[in-house]
């Protein structure tokens, strides 16, 4: 079962459960992807970009690239609806890094995991070195 929650658009209670915003504000988005999906999908807009779109549409940007992120925009489709990667900024239209930031991350997590293999390494090494024990016995003249 659902939980109380307010909308994050218009600040109204409504029971959280499919949707995270309340049936107003669906019904609202509903409207927007429809005038938007009427606009591109005419052959001659289908080449548009999201600015050109907000521009014919007056349909907030940031409602059309949450289209676009929820696959109900397909970029297969329609090739320009790009957002920008969360790093650089570049545009796309997967995910959310572009591909050669998603290479940067995936080489750093590699570096970072050698360096910790290199340091336990180390750490084993610098344990079983120290484990030598001398006894040493004060008043024993046997020598």
Known sequence: MGELANCPNCNALFV?????ICQDCYKIEEQAFRTVY??????KNRQATIAQIVEATEV????????VKEKRLRASQFPNLTYPCEKCGKGIN???????CSSELVNDLQTQEKIDQVSARNKQQEQSESHTYVSYHKNRNNY
């Not at 959280?16 to 995270?20: F, L, N």
């Not at 009427?38 to 052959?43: A, E, N, S, V």
């Open 16 to 20: 959280q459960g499919i949707r995270d």
């Open 38 to 43: 009427d606009f591109i999908k005419q052959r």
């Open 60 to 67: 907030d940007e940031e409602l059309i690239m949450k289209f």
């Open 94 to 100: 997967d995910g959310i890094l572009c591909g050669s």
